[in-house]
């Protein structure tokens, strides 16, 4: 007796294995983030982050155009301020370093989509992403007075240039807040991509190394989401949801697949999964070590995201997935 059933027949060769791939990546699934610092001239290597860097305005424009010609449709932009305060002036202020970079950017590569990233724990002094009680030394954010802050950047961010607004400081209300703040002047058409799931996680470690964010005491663990809750996370996207978002957001990605695949069966909003700085990390030392075919890895990763239904990927692999893209598999 023979297997009447051979599934192996549709493997035979890499055209039929393409006739039949259920999950495709393209680059119109990628978002590049970027980080802008002041200065001009200026390209720091991230130590933590091979291939990453602190970039000035200058060297974020020359970036910004290559991730357009690789056709890449997206970036996102986090700043670090030259000085920083107890209200995250640098988060808000017209001439902070996102608003600058932002319309540097939409300047030289108008077809680019700027995302600008909206929250406040790199431009305060503590760390953290909003006021505290004067004294605190556990990170306990105080809610809707730092609502207030997030108002004023997000319109700020706009005037700039920004295409979409991404608040990720997971504070009640944000989208509310932060939708009415864009409609009462004038920028009803920005969208914002709400960081709905945004989890307490320890693979954000080498972004605080690039975006110089991390608290100097305490943690996030009373805004961000506990990970071992899943439920919550349905309950947050429904929130922003309600509240006006526009797309949602999943952070971070590899170890949430789960939580991924739920919000996109919950919804019928685009989502989006970040792929962090620790998932990045890891993939480049040991490929740097020799011990994984990197571009195996980090294509195999991609499609998994896409897999368990994300719309878009925010990812620092962005530029090498769409030179591999190019090159087909």
């Known amino acids: 007796m023979f297997p009447v059933h051979r599934p192996r027949r549709l493997r035979t060769s890499?055209?039929?294995?393409?006739?039949?791939?259920?999950?495709?990546?393209?680059?119109?699934?990628?978002?590049?983030?970027?980080f802008a610092v002041p200065g001009e001239g200026f390209a720091k290597e991230v130590k933590s982050m091979p291939g990453v860097y602190q970039l000035s305005i200058d060297k974020i424009v020359e970036e910004a155009k290559e991730v357009y010609d690789l056709g890449i449709p997206s970036i996102i932009l986090f700043g670090i301020p030259a000085d920083k305060d107890t209200d995250a002036t640098g988060a808000w202020h017209d001439c902070g370093i996102v608003q600058t970079a932002?319309?540097?950017?939409?300047?030289?590569?108008?077809?680019?989509?700027?995302?600008a990233d909206t929250c406040l724990c790199e431009y305060t002094s503590h760390g953290h992403c909003g006021y505290l009680e004067v004294g605190d030394l556990t990170g306990r954010v105080l809610n809707d007075p730092t609502l207030e802050l997030l108002k004023k950047t997000a319109v700020s961010q706009a005037k700039a240039g920004a295409d979409i607004i991404a608040p990720s400081g997971m504070m009640d209300g944000f989208v509310q807040a932060i939708r009415e703040a864009l409609d009462e002047d004038g920028y009803q058409d920005i969208p914002i991509m709400s960081y709905?799931?945004?989890?307490?996680?320890?693979?954000?470690g080498p972004f605080r190394d690039a975006a110089e964010s991390a608290p100097q005491f305490g943690d996030r663990?009373?805004?961000?989401?506990?990970?071992?809750?899943?439920?919550?996370?349905?309950?947050?996207?429904?929130?922003?949801?309600?509240?006006?978002?526009?797309?949602?957001m999943v952070k971070p990605a590899l170890a949430y697949m789960d939580i991924i695949w739920?919000?996109?069966?919950?919804?019928?909003?685009p989502v989006a999964a970040y792929n962090v700085s620790g998932e990045y990390s890891?993939?480049?030392?040991?490929?740097?070590?020799?011990?994984?075919?990197?571009?195996?890895?980090?294509?195999?990763?991609?499609?998994?995201?896409?897999?368990a239904g994300a719309d878009l990927i925010l990812t620092y692999h962005a530029k090498d997935a769409a030179r591999w893209l190019e090159q087909g598999n």
């Open 196 to 204: 709905a799931a945004k989890y307490a996680s320890a693979y954000y």
């Open 14 to 34: 890499p055209q039929l294995r393409g006739m039949v791939r259920e999950t495709v990546l393209t680059k119109n699934d990628l978002i590049y983030p970027l």
């Open 221 to 248: 663990r009373t805004y961000q989401m506990d990970p071992a809750n899943s439920r919550e996370a349905l309950k947050e996207i429904a929130l922003d949801i309600a509240e006006g978002a526009d797309m949602l």
């Open 262 to 269: 739920q919000v996109k069966q919950a919804c019928n909003l």
């Open 102 to 115: 932002a319309t540097a950017v939409k300047q030289a590569v108008p077809g680019l989509v700027v995302i």
């Open 282 to 307: 890891m993939v480049k030392a040991a490929a740097l070590n020799g011990w994984i075919d990197e571009k195996r890895v980090v294509m195999e990763t991609l499609i998994g995201f896409k897999r």
